[in-house]
């Protein structure tokens, strides 16, 4: 009860000068530092990024992140008109379907050569893969994947690395 009294008489000088700024129309400083604090309190609030892991019996291991679908077996010959790989949906629980993928193709010694985004109309159950076959950037047949050189003509090897931008979630009734 003591503790309540003084907090009371400490604040009242406060809430005095608070009422007479607010009849001028003037912030006092008590009130501009806490406006202040609770805006950034607020911001930094919101900059946090969402949790990775939920850990409970009903979500997946992997809630809605970008490891929620992978691409295995990537595959360009020199003359190929296509470009072929595996999408995996590494959820337990949904189904993945319209995946958008940032592709960046670069040659061994780094340097970049292409980047596109494609988007891959599909439907992949919890766990499993699809084949997918997409045009290749490659219009002049003049670049193959580095793990399979050409045996007759000449080429220039490359690498791709994948983004997940985004995916759907199919709704089931």
């Not at 809630?63 to 470009?83: C, W």
Request: glycine share 4%.
């Amino acid at each position: 009860m003591r503790r309540l009294i003084a907090l009371i008489l400490l604040t009242m000088p406060l809430l005095a000068q608070a009422q007479s700024s607010a009849l001028t129309g003037r912030r006092s400083s008590v009130e501009t530092m806490l406006h202040k604090a609770s805006t950034t309190q607020t911001v930094d609030r919101n900059l946090l990024p969402p949790p990775q892991w939920v850990d409970t019996l009903y979500t997946p291991d992997i809630p809605f992140t970008s490891r929620a679908v992978s691409m295995h077996g990537y595959a360009k010959r020199l003359g190929d008109a296509r470009e072929s790989f595996i999408l995996r949906n590494e959820t337990h629980t949904y189904r993945i379907s319209r995946v958008v993928l940032k592709l960046v193709y670069s040659l061994e010694d780094g340097r970049e050569i292409y980047r596109r985004n494609e988007t891959i109309e599909c439907d992949i159950r919890p766990g499993e893969t699809q084949s997918i076959a997409i045009k290749s950037f490659d219009k002049d047949s003049r670049y193959y994947y580095f793990p399979t050189p050409p045996q007759r003509a000449k080429g220039v090897p490359y690498r791709v690395q994948y983004d997940v931008l985004r995916y759907d979630v199919v709704v089931e009734k």
